[in-house]
């Protein structure tokens, strides 16, 4: 995330690579599928800290591309079940206290995921960081010997995202060190970053991460991954409606 610029007049040059033929989405792609692969299964601890009180939280995850996924919670007791379902731009949260299914309309995508620093947006965001921003190489610098990309993304005209850009940082080997979120003024909003990375099934995997709130430093949510698969077979049910208010079980 810092240290030794390379090239000032080669990184300036927009969409170029310093020392590979990727473009600066192309860098961005292959982030998101090293995060993902074809499809994942994954169990993940989450931790909301605020300033008077902390909650701890765990959640299974299934994905299919870049446009599906299903997240339920499993821990604590009180939000067991608890689930978010997401097919293409479509999203819907299953809610067992009330045994209902509400789909999510663009106007609750920026409220806060089940108390978090994330937002339902953040869970949709991964196509659309494809799809609705123009990425432009900033700065390439080497970091604890690795090149390290720094890439603005800004969205296109009529894009309908809520940030007024992005900027990524990104290790040569795709592993993304840190994403920071600007409003429409260009002030930061939060910050995802990177604070532990492992290596498994033979690639680099960031599994501990987390968001802080700019304006309440002393907010954050931190997610760590204590299993993931990727590249599996998963069936075609997980990715229903039936399922996500009558989970049928599955384990890898």
Known sequence: MRIAL??????????????QSKTAAEIIEASLNLW????????????IHRPAWQRDMRLEGWS?????SLIRFIY??????????????EMWIFTPKLNRVTKLPASMMTQSWMGSDFSYNDLARSDQTLENYNHRLIETRQQDGHMVYIIEAVPKPNAPVVWGKEVA????????????????????VKRLQTLKIENID????????????ADKPEHWTEIRTSEILINIDLPDYLFTLANLQRPRPWKP
Not at 76 to 89: E, G, H, S, Y
């Open 6 to 19: 390379i090239s000032l007049t080669l990184s300036l040059i927009p969409g170029l690579v310093v020392g």
């Open 36 to 47: 993902r692969g074809d499809t994942s299964y994954s169990v993940t601890e989450m931790t």
């Open 64 to 68: 299919r591309g870049m446009k599906d």
């Open 76 to 89: 604590p007791p009180r939000d067991t079940d608890n689930a978010t379902l997401k097919l293409d731009n």
């Open 169 to 188: 940082k990104i290790r040569g080997d795709y592993v993304i060190l840190e994403n920071v979120f600007y409003d429409q003024s260009m002030q930061e």
């Open 202 to 213: 033979g690639r680099p995997f960031p599994t501990v991460m987390r968001i802080t709130n």
